[in-house]
């Protein structure tokens, strides 16, 4: 590349300087932009604006592999490159190159784009497997020139491995410190005669320095961060408080005699609060572990989405032979054969055969569906017992799959936690109590007895020690640890806080019909008699037919009333003559008398009309009432009459009718949304009371929807059980999923409800606004302790009672702020969810 193409925007073409502060580094040239729109949408996929860019003359063996585009979209995932652009999912704003912390909360950021890829392709040496290049060079052993292979990206979080290793060390140390600590201060005739109390301090200094030191240093940097970008946070108070704490009792420890004599024990020791520091900095490192554990989790359904995708299609040449190829290999137009049983690997459209596919994962509707020549087929979808031939028209990121995986990883990454209440409060805190120590300080260094300087660091001290966050550390996640468990045994399994944030404040609840408002299985629900035959014929006999009829039939719905005969313990009469008449039904014969079970176009084929008689009329009028009310109609015809209408339907659960009545009567408006057709989601809705219905609607229209009501300010829950409703639940603020449902739907979802009852829902709104209300009442509690003991702390009693507030009481403080958050949360127990 020349010069002056390095100094254009290779996305927009507009010619920049380098001197722009957007540019990237790709191998060893840079690129520049005009702008972090078009360096975002160059770092996500590099390769096709430099290929767009190139005069087709050089080689770019090296920077392109074929069918690398294709490789890379077939399996979107988290990105995890350093070239990646990162982005803090409470401010958006806040975008890098590469991971690291936000500058404002010091939250861990997390890759902003969704790669084109979970696997890449390396290159290894057939003779030396262990050697692996980015680039097709020559294997540096053999000499031979390496060939392609695929290998697994590491999607682990190396954040979480590191807090998670803090943790475990900082608890195995801090445990000893704190109970040794406690013994020396509430029993010490407890302690061994030959352990005096100096040798206590010096073993709390040698257990806790490395808790502090090393545990909490990530903390220090997040603190000296949020100090140089001026957003004081958690992070600001407790690298504050702790490392005030840690130096205060170092000094405490080495230089006693520097303290005043009241402030020294009969053994002239000074107090120490190590245990203190090493404590909090044990339940920070507990608290960050949860939160990039919970927020880690959320890649799941991105990767069990992935894993619908088959690995191989089977593709046609041009001289008709068949072969199978990595899935990666598939390109627009090519020829593929499906066989029964098989996944659809890509999106395109029947060339040849017949089959019924399920497309459940798409539509949510158990109902496979009939496909032939010149219709559509959906990737990941799976096969019936036909054989299809098909031509690929989408491939890679531009299959329904791929754009399923965007919308679940865009939406997610759109969360607030809720940490942020603690930072908010913290940010006004902090800079308050600072301010404070301090004013104390500078008061008792140039207006206070001797030793001035003494009294000046004691007060300082004890206001950071007062305001140290411990109980603000626990405010927020024991009562959600209560409150999860809480509703898990009324089986409701909350994942993470943010969804018991905002539940307490949905006013709109999204919900799927089928499997969530329904039964999600296709029954036998209905049996009418022509009333020419009600004399002759009996529901009983007309079962014991179409049985016989259907256990040879290969149509989707023949398994439902074959079952729906067998639970009316109705055996199935022996059929003769049994025809399968495609797109219509199947015909036989019971003891030389025809039988014919299909739609209306099998009737009309058979010249078996709507108006032979008045009770004819009134039969298939029968058969759109049932229509109307949400069944798929079979026509029974016997000797060429029409005889009897067997309905099949997704029967409502037992449970749904009266969830919707309790969440009404919550203020919350149902809206059902839904890939099966306006007639029978209507006729649900209607039995329901249902407030809106948006039918006929695909996965991504689910989303969009959501957005929509978002975008009109409403707080919105969505409850769904299948793949379809991935992006959906990802998008709402609350995803609710049947823990009947599907894996990745759970994933998808903050909140699980186990039996599938949607009564949970219910539970879930109400144990939220307790849960919240205990949170709020917590934060109050571990404020007001310190808040109000700050003053005093500053030694404002001083003058008028010559009262201080030594270290040690304000430690105790603390502590009561915390044992008081602890039985406040502990009440969520007992709390009544019905």
Not at 41 to 57: L, N, R, S, T, V
Not at 488 to 496: H, P
Not at 585 to 614: F, P
Not at 638 to 653: M, N, S, W
């Amino acid at each position: 590349m020349t010069e002056s193409m390095e100094l254009k925007d290779l996305v927009c073409g507009m010619d920049v300087s380098d001197t722009s502060e957007y540019d990237s580094q790709l191998k060893t040239k840079d690129y520049y932009f005009c702008s972090l729109k078009c360096k975002t949408k160059f770092d996500a996929a590099p390769q096709e604006y430099i290929k767009k860019d190139c005069c087709g003359h050089c080689d770019k063996s090296k920077d392109s592999e074929p069918h690398a585009k294709n490789n890379a979209e077939i399996k979107p995932a988290i990105k995890t490159s350093k070239d990646a652009i990162y982005t803090c999912p409470m401010h958006l704003e806040i975008e890098q190159v590469g991971p690291g912390t936000c500058p404002k909360c010091g939250m861990a950021l997390e890759p902003k784009d969704v790669s084109i890829s979970a696997t890449k392709t390396q290159y290894t040496c057939p003779m030396h497997p262990q050697i692996l290049e980015d680039e097709p060079v020559n294997c540096p052993i053999c000499g031979m020139a390496l060939e392609a292979t695929t290998v697994s990206l590491d999607d682990e979080n190396p954040e979480l491995k590191d807090m998670s290793r803090r943790l475990t060390w900082s608890a195995v140390l801090a445990i000893p410190v704190f109970l040794l600590a406690m013994v020396a201060d509430l029993v010490p005739n407890l302690l061994p005669s030959q352990l005096s109390m100096s040798t206590v301090q010096w073993l709390e200094f040698l257990l806790a320095s490395p808790v502090i030191i090393w545990g909490g240093w990530p903390f220090y940097v997040r603190a000296i961060d949020s100090i140089k970008s001026w957003n004081l946070n958690m992070f600001t108070l407790i690298g504050l408080g702790v490392s005030v704490s840690y130096v205060y009792s170092i000094i405490a420890l080495m230089l006693p005699d520097f303290f005043p004599s009241a402030m020294r024990s009969p053994e002239g020791l000074v107090h120490v609060y190590f245990e203190a520091a090493a404590v909090i900095t044990a339940l920070v490192l507990l608290g960050q572990v949860l939160e990039l554990r919970a927020r880690s989790q959320t890649n799941a359904a991105i990767k069990l989405l992935l894993g619908l995708a088959p690995k191989t299609a089977r593709v046609i040449s041009a001289n008709g032979d068949e072969k199978d190829i990595p899935l990666e290999q598939v390109q627009v137009g090519d020829h593929l054969r499906i066989r029964p049983g098989e996944k659809i690997p890509v999106d395109g459209e029947v060339l040849e055969g017949n089959s019924s596919v399920d497309e459940s994962m798409v539509t949510g509707e158990p109902i496979p569906v009939s496909k032939t020549a010149s219709q559509q087929l959906i990737g990941a979808t799976v096969n019936g017992i036909g054989s299809l031939v098909m031509r690929a028209d989408k491939v890679g990121a531009d299959t329904l799959l791929a754009q399923i995986v965007k919308l679940v990883a865009d939406a997610q990454r759109s969360r607030a936690p809720i940490q942020k209440m603690a930072d908010t409060v913290a940010g006004y805190f902090v800079p308050v109590v600072v301010l404070i120590a301090a004013i104390a300080f500078a008061v008792w260094f140039f207006f206070g007895p001797a030793p001035a300087f003494a009294y000046a660091l004691i007060n300082f001290v004890a206001v950071l020690i007062i305001a140290c966050p411990c109980a603000l550390g626990l405010a927020t996640p024991i009562s959600i640890m209560v409150g999860t468990g809480r509703g898990a045994l009324e089986g409701v399994l909350i994942k993470n806080a943010e969804s018991l944030e905002i539940l307490e404040k949905v006013d709109t609840l999204v919900i799927d019909k089928t499997g969530t408002l329904t039964e999600g299985k296709p029954k036998l629900v209905s049996v009418t008699i022509n009333s020419d035959h009600s004399q002759s014929l009996d529901k009983k006999q007309v079962l014991a037919w179409v049985a016989g009829l259907e256990k040879y039939s290969e149509h989707p719905l023949a398994n439902a009333i074959v079952q729906g005969a067998k639970d009316r313990n109705i055996d199935a009469i022996e059929v003769s003559d049994f025809e399968s008449v495609t797109g219509m039904g199947v015909t036989g014969s019971v003891n030389g008398r025809s039988l014919l079970l299909g739609n209306l176009k099998l009737m009309e084929q058979q010249n078996i009309s709507k108006a032979q008689s008045n009770s004819d009329k009134i039969f298939f009028a029968q058969a759109d009432a049932l229509r109307s009310e949400g069944q798929t109609v079979m026509l029974l015809a016997f000797d060429g009459e029409p005889a009897a209408l067997i309905g099949v339907a997704d029967p409502i659960k037992a449970s749904t009718a009266d969830a919707i009545a309790q969440l009404h009567k919550q203020g919350i408006t149902a809206v059902m949304l839904t890939g099966d057709n306006a007639v029978t989601a209507h006729a649900v809705a209607k039995k329901l009371n249902i407030d809106r219905v948006e039918a006929d609607v695909l996965p991504e229209q689910k989303a969009i929807i959501v957005k929509e009501l978002q975008a009109a300010g409403k707080i919105v829950a969505m409850a769904g059980d299948g793949i379809n409703d991935a992006p959906a639940l990802a998008q709402a603020q609350v995803g609710i999923a049947m823990g009947t449902g599907t894996d990745v739907a759970m994933e998808s979802a903050g909140v699980t409800l186990v039996k599938g009852d949607l009564r949970g829902i219910v539970k879930a709104i109400i144990l939220s606004r307790a849960t919240m209300r205990n949170i709020r009442q917590n934060l109050f509690f571990a404020f007001i302790y310190n808040a109000l003991g700050v003053p005093i702390a500053a030694g404002v009693l001083y003058p008028f009672f010559g009262i201080l507030l030594s270290p040690m009481i304000a430690a105790a403080a603390m502590s009561f702020s915390s044992v008081s958050v602890i039985l406040n949360a502990l009440r969520l127990k007992n709390q009544k969810l019905s």
